[in-house]
């Protein structure tokens, strides 16, 4: 079964607003990663946290990572129509022999 | 090339057809991965190739599905007498070592949309 499960499955919000999606895991991990998909096709890597941090920026992108609770959350703050899309967060834990897991993704829009 | 190529981008094929899928990864990056992706769904590990070493066969739905890597660069998903089931974009995606502790990012390709009637 998937290592990571996102909630919600989809989001809706003005632009301007913050939209923060969840991403819960069931094994120790050595470090967790969230992805964009636009349009169904290729992802693309926004930010890793490893186990040893509690809280990562990119811009207008925060992650925390609670490795007691097994859980991460991706914030993004002010957001945009353009950040209209699927985000994935994908886990790299000791016995997944070096493999990437992914959630099942939160479908995120952002309406003008 | 500069980024993780795939073809074809598209594929329409009649139930029980072969197919095979092609990833080019980035040049040097010594693992690649195939996912799975349905219809508004998350994305199901297929294969992992890193290095030398013997390929992660282990998210392989079927014995329909196989894969190969040659001289460890490109790599050709092959998918027997396909079923509807089958339908799917097929997501490949390459990283430098892939040994997980270091914390690589994935490189993806576009994918191919596979359909079968």
């Known amino acids: 079964s998937q290592q990571g499960e996102e909630d919600p499955q989809a989001l809706s919000i003005q632009e301007g607003e913050n939209a923060t999606m969840n991403c819960s895991y069931k094994?120790?991990?050595?470090?967790l990663q969230w992805y964009r998909q636009n349009s169904g096709r290729g992802l693309v890597h926004l930010i890793l946290i490893r186990s040893n941090e509690r809280e990562k920026h990119s811009g207008r992108l925060r992650v925390t990572l609670d490795t007691s609770k097994k859980s991460s959350s991706l914030l993004i703050t002010a957001s945009r129509a353009a950040d209209t899309a699927s985000y994935f967060c994908a886990t790299d834990a000791w016995n997944q022999g070096g493999k990437l897991i992914f959630g099942q993704g939160t479908e995120l829009s952002v309406k003008p | 090339g500069a980024g993780v190529s795939q073809s074809p981008s598209n594929k329409v094929t009649e139930k029980g057809k072969d197919v095979e899928l092609r990833c080019d990864p980035i040049?040097?990056?010594?693992?690649l991965y195939w996912y799975r992706q349905s219809l508004g769904q998350g994305l199901e590990f297929l294969i992992y190739?890193?290095?030398?070493?013997?390929?992660?066969k282990s998210g392989l739905p079927s014995d329909r599905f196989s894969a190969e890597r040659t001289g460890g660069s490109v790599s050709t998903l092959t998918i027997q007498r396909t079923q509807q089931e089958d339908s799917a974009v097929y997501l490949c995606?390459?990283?430098?070592?892939?040994?997980?502790?270091?914390?690589?990012?994935?490189?993806f390709g576009s994918g191919t949309q596979l359909s079968v009637l």
């Open positions: 190739f890193q290095g030398n070493s013997a390929p992660d």
């Open positions: 995606a390459s990283s430098l070592y892939g040994r997980g502790t270091s914390g690589e990012k994935l490189f």
């Open positions: 040049s040097g990056h010594t693992a």
């Open positions: 094994t120790s991990i050595n470090n």
